[in-house]
């Protein structure tokens, strides 16, 4: 293959991840491309119930492991009703095993018998339903990473769907480009390319990862994905340099 010069494109953590660039940027007759440093996982992290949030303990930039609490809630009012919903339950429960006991001597009518089955079904469901919402009043990591932005704070009331946190997987990251369909003939999964990082003045060596499915047949191009060959604590979403093929 002849040797090819790729621009590697300037973009915020979130407004790269909805696209690749667009096909104009390969029109260059010097036959520059840009390409885009994005993460492989991006996500706004929304609350599920209306509620006031009660902590944040990661600031903006900082560090997290999977699984770590990044959102809590004032969930007092849920617990509340869970505790009710619970006590219902248990009486309900009791309710029927003393008409299930007076059954066996034909001392309760079938009705009563059926009535305290159906209390108890729909004590035990609101019991789970209270349990569920309860479970609800903290977001947990969904992957290691570092928060992007926060788009609320700590005692400000939220609805289900409002963004509180922006996040992102900075250690796993990967290069889109739109590439001329014709380079499919000599680009494939595997092909070699080097990417210096205008932030950083580094090179890093990197490779061809998958293409596309499909080509755009306004175009006339394909998608593809590069990955930067181990991992670097200064790699970002977002940064920019240049790549070259050899």
């Not at 992290?45 to 009660?54: D, V």
């Not at 990661?58 to 617990?79: I, P, T």
């Amino acid at each position: 293959m002849k040797r090819v010069w790729l621009c590697l494109g300037v973009g915020l953590p979130f407004a790269v991840q909805a696209a690749p660039p667009a096909g104009s940027a390969i029109n260059a007759a010097d036959g520059r491309i840009r390409v885009q440093l994005m993460s492989r996982h991006a996500v706004t992290l929304s609350s599920e119930i209306p509620a006031k949030i009660s902590a944040m303990p990661v600031v903006e930039g900082g560090s997290f492991r999977r699984g770590q609490a990044l959102v809590e809630f004032d969930c007092s009012s849920y617990r509340a009703q869970l505790r009710k919903a619970q006590a219902s339950l248990e009486a309900a429960s009791q309710l029927l095993k003393v008409n299930n006991q007076l059954a066996k001597y034909n001392s309760v009518g079938t009705l009563e018998l059926t009535q305290a089955q159906g209390k108890a079904k729909e004590a035990a469901a609101d019991a789970s339903y209270a349990q569920t919402l309860v479970s609800k009043c903290s977001i947990a990591a969904p992957f290691d990473g570092r928060v992007a932005k926060r788009s609320a704070a700590v005692h400000q009331y939220v609805n289900p769907g409002n963004p509180i946190l922006d996040i992102v997987d900075a250690d796993s990251l990967e290069l889109r480009m739109l590439v001329p369909s014709k380079w499919l003939a000599t680009l494939k999964p595997g092909s070699r390319f080097n990417v210096a990082v205008d932030e950083l003045g580094a090179s890093f060596p990197a490779r061809i990862e998958r293409l596309g499915a499909q080509i755009d047949p306004v175009s006339q191009t394909i998608l593809a994905i590069g990955v930067i060959d181990g991992k670097s604590a200064n790699l970002l979403p977002g940064m920019s340099g240049w790549a070259s093929f050899k």
